[in-house]
């Protein structure tokens, strides 16, 4: 499988894709390869980003890492860590906030650019000169209005479910996320991969 071969690829000759995983990259891969009969057959709203959630190390980061081997260069997501853009902030302010958001077009071709942020729910709270900011939820309410106005994507790795979603960014972010996303979810024993 293509997938498999890229994932030796990337993180090396011991990276293999498991059984039980496989409804997880069957949804996964009609989703990247935009197949419309599938989509329809499986409630994938192509139009949606996505959420992928699931227990630590059952690969969720792997996954929407790997997606990016099977598109066109143009189509590609970039993935950051929320803890990274919550450090962003803590050294840029509100500047970091708009480079995810109003500031996410491409410079030439002035398309939508689309981010995967990986790990919600684990960046911490962090300050930029007394400025205290609820970095993440911030970021996702930006990109959902630019997800009406201009069809902006979004994706999200986490470990969160809808309720901790609600409790972390508030009952704002949990609607718009209903909107914003296809939830495909790894089963809650799914086990740790990196054991």
């Known amino acids: 499988m293509l997938v498999e071969k890229k994932g030796k690829e990337i993180f090396g000759p011991r990276f293999r894709l498991y059984e039980e995983d496989a409804g997880i990259i069957l949804q996964l891969l009609i989703y990247f390869l935009q197949d419309v009969p599938l989509a329809q057959k499986y409630k994938i709203d192509l139009s949606k980003g996505i959420i992928l959630a699931g227990p630590v190390g059952c690969g969720k980061t792997t996954l929407i890492t790997l997606m990016n081997q099977v598109l066109p260069v ?34 030439y071709s002035e398309t939508t650019v689309t981010y995967c942020f990986d790990d919600l729910g ?42 901790e979603i609600e409790s972390l960014y508030g009952n704002r972010v949990r609607s718009r996320c209903r909107e914003m996303f296809n939830l495909i979810s790894f089963n809650i024993n799914s086990l740790d991969k990196r054991t």
């Open 122 to 163: 684990l960046e911490p709270s962090v300050q930029h000169y007394g400025s205290v900011c609820n970095v993440m939820a911030e970021i996702l309410l930006s990109r959902y209005d630019l997800f009406i106005r201009f069809k902006m994507l979004s994706h999200i790795t986490t470990n969160l479910n809808s309720q």
């Open 74 to 107: 143009l189509r590609r997501h970039m993935v950051r860590a929320c803890r990274e853009i919550a450090f962003e902030f803590g050294i840029e302010g509100f500047e970091a906030i708009q480079r995810y958001t109003r500031k996410s077009f491409n410079q």
